[in-house]
């Protein structure tokens, strides 16, 4: 998915945007593993989408994301977890090209991570914005972080490398719901409000805003590390772990399995990115030897046991 929300940062850094075609800076094997990726947004991103069963939708997301290899170049690093939302009866089975069900029309979607970011205090941030289906940026309430660039989404916010934060996205119901007058998030219907927040090692949690949209479930989950930095910076790692939802119905579920994605060549994306189980979590890493294809399916290691066979 595009995220118009991060085009200022593009423009901040520079050069990116005005970067080669991305059939150049191939080696003579078709490998991009040097320069800066030559893609739309001047990024190389990798993917991991869950696959679970929650045929009723999902109201709550969490994961525990460690950044165990920093940054140690001044460029843009993200890595987030993605919710998309959803809204209406439920469809499927599809036909074709169509996924087999639908767990109902797509409202768009939102992420939430860490950033490296060098034009913040410390160069490290948080990020909590979301766009509707149309790609207009997701309006909400108004954050308590101060924000070096006075970006609504993104947040000054101290975090540290080697150290587990646990990410979470979920639904706020109750007293409070409903529309208000920075919105914008253009539905006509009731707005639902969504929440995310950060939980450090300390157990102290930063609710970083609400965010506004017609969905009222999460039907789809993704994980993912968008790199704007050279293919051959030295390399930077991030573990997730322990990933956990809650249905509409109020059930714990978990994903036993992550979809591997990679940018490919011809979208500008570096061939030197990975993601592996390394027993604890799924590593993400830059300027590595890839050692997992594009599609496998991973095995999710679980809390406190072995990891379940793919």
Known sequence: MSRPTLQRFWNLLGDVVSSPSPSRRLDASGQRTRGSPPSANGASSLHLRWDLDASVGLREVSVTLEVIEAPRVDRLYFWALQADFCEGPARGPGAGSEPARS?????????LGLQWHPQH???TAVNWGGYDASGRELGGS?????????NVNTRDLVWHAATPYRLRIARVDGPGTGSSPDDGAGTAGSVVRWRGSVTGPDGRTVDIRDLHTSGDRIGGVVMWSEVFARCD?????????DPEAVTVD??????RRLSVNYQSVA???????????????????TNVPRTT??????????QGGPSPEA
């Open 103 to 111: 767990l109902g029309r797509s409202t768009g979607g939102a992420h």
């Open 121 to 123: 205090p410390g160069a």
């Open 142 to 150: 108004a954050s308590s972080l101060p924000s070096a660039l006075a």
């Open 233 to 241: 910076d030295p390399t930077v790692a991030v573990r997730w772990s």
């Open 250 to 255: 109020g059930a714990s579920v978990a994903p």
């Open 267 to 285: 979208d500008g994306g570096c061939t030197n990115t990975d993601s592996r189980v390394d027993g604890i979590g799924v590593v993400q890493s």
């Open 293 to 302: 294809r594009q599609g496998d399916m991973l095995a999710t290691p679980l």
